[in-house]
Each structure stands twice: as structure tokens, then as C-alpha cells.
């Protein structure tokens, strides 16, 4: 589940120039997840933030100095 989770959310992250917040990067990786793993986007919701820290600690995703708190795709990833 974790590594569908972090699959989808690299189709969906922006580059630098645009941003995601958690709620809008929640959305856009549902729908490029497997339907046998995650049936409608069920309990995708706290695997996102698990991914997002994951893929942020390992410098693929930077965290915005905004509010809310938004993400993008680091350059060269």
C-alpha cells in the first residue's frame, strides 16, 4: 500500500512553480491508485501523509514556508 501510495503521488506532484496542499494532494493521488488496494480511495487518507513524510525526509518533495501548508517536487526529481 505504501509504495501504491508513493507511486500515485509522484504522477500528481508540481513542479516548483505550482503547490499542493495536504487536502488537494489527497485528492489527486486517488485516483491513480489501485481500486483492489484502496476501494474508492478508502483509507488513503493517513497513507498520504505517511508517503508525504517519507518522500519529504528523503528531500523528493519540499514543504512550502506557507499557509496552509503546501508541498511540491523538488528540481531534478
Keep these: 500500500m505504501y ?3 508513493w507511486c ?3 504522477k500528481v506532484l508540481p513542479a516548483k512553480e505550482q503547490v499542493l496542499t495536504q487536502a488537494e494532494l489527497r485528492m489527486a493521488g ?3 491508485l489501485p481500486q483492489d ?3 474508492g480511495g478508502a483509507k488513503s487518507g493517513w497513507r498520504v501523509k505517511a508517503v508525504q513524510l517519507g518522500i519529504e525526509a528523503k528531500r523528493v518533495l519540499a514543504r512550502e514556508d506557507s499557509k496552509p501548508v503546501s508541498w511540491h517536487r523538488t528540481a531534478g526529481k
Design 3 to 5: 509504495a501504491a501510495m
Design 8 to 10: 500515485a503521488l509522484l
Design 30 to 32: 486517488v485516483p491513480h
Design 37 to 39: 488496494l484502496f476501494p
